[in-house]
C-alpha cells in the first residue's frame, strides 16, 4: 500500500475559536520536524484569492472551494496543508475532503471547539460585541449559521486546553496516520514529545 501523499489539515470553527493561533503553533512544530507546511489562513486569503467576496452563503462556499483547491493541488504533491478558516458549510467542507482524499492525500478535519460566551469574552477582533449588539448581519455563530463537523478526525476545545495541548492533540493524530514519527525514547520520559518526519518510502 502506499502512504498518502501529503495532508490538509482542515481547520473548522468560529471566529476567535483559535484557527489560527493553532496553525501557526502547528506549523512551527512540523517545520521543526523538517516537514514542509503551507498555511492557508481564511483572513489572508480574503485579501487576496478571494478578494472581493463577501459573506453570503455563495460567497464563503466559494472562498472554500477555493482554498479546497490550493490545498489539493499542494497535497497531492506531497505538501502539508493547514487551512484555517471558518468554513461554516458541512457539505462544502465535505466535498473539499473528498476531492483532496481522491487525490490519495490525507484530509484532517479539525473543529477548533469554543462556547459563544468565552468567544465573546475573547472577543479578539472586537467583533462579538457588535454582532450580539445587532450591528454585524451575517456574523457566524450569532446571526449567521454554523454546522458543527458531524465526525472530524480532531476535537480541540480551546477554553479547557492550552495552546500545546491542542496542538500536541493533532500532531498526534498526524503521527497516528503516520505522517510523523515519535521518539520513543522521549515518548516514555516527561520531556515533549520529539518528532522526526518519516521519508516518503522509495
Ligand atoms: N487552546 C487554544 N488554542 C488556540 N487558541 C487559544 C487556546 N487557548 C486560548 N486561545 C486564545 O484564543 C484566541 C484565538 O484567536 P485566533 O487564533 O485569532 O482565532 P481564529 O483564527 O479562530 O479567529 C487567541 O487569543 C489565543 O491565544
Ligand atoms: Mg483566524
Not at 96 to 112: M, Y
Not at 169 to 192: C, H, M, W, Y
Not at 194 to 202: F, G, K, M, T, Y
Amino acid at each position: 500500500m502506499t502512504r498518502p501523499k501529503g495532508f490538509t489539515v482542515w481547520f473548522t470553527g468560529l471566529s476567535g475559536a483559535g484557527k489560527t493561533t493553532l496553525a501557526t503553533a502547528l506549523a512551527s512544530e512540523l517545520g521543526l520536524c523538517g516537514l514542509k507546511v503551507e498555511i492557508l489562513d481564511g483572513d489572508e486569503v480574503r485579501s487576496n484569492l478571494s478578494k472581493g467576496l463577501g459573506f453570503s452563503k455563495e460567497d464563503r462556499d466559494t472562498n472554500i472551494r477555493r482554498i479546497g483547491y490550493v490545498s489539493r493541488l499542494l497535497a497531492r504533491n506531497g505538501a502539508g496543508v493547514i487551512a484555517a478558516a471558518i468554513s461554516p458549510y458541512r457539505e462544502v467542507r465535505d466535498e473539499v475532503r473528498r476531492t483532496i482524499e481522491s487525490e490519495g492525500a490525507a484530509f484532517i478535519e479539525v473543529f477548533v471547539k469554543c462556547p459563544i460566551d468565552v468567544l465573546a469574552e475573547r472577543d479578539v477582533k472586537g467583533l462579538y460585541k457588535k454582532a450580539l449588539a445587532g450591528e454585524i448581519k451575517e456574523f457566524t455563530g450569532v446571526s449567521d449559521p454554523y454546522e458543527e463537523p458531524l465526525d472530524p478526525e480532531v476535537v480541540v476545545e480551546t477554553d479547557r486546553e492550552t495552546i500545546e495541548q491542542s496542538a500536541r492533540k493533532i500532531v498526534q493524530e498526524l503521527t497516528r496516520q503516520g505522517f510523523l514519527r515519535t521518539d520513543r525514547e522521549n515518548a516514555r520520559s516527561q520531556t515533549p514529545i520529539r518528532i522526526e518526519h518519516v521519508p516518503e518510502a522509495a
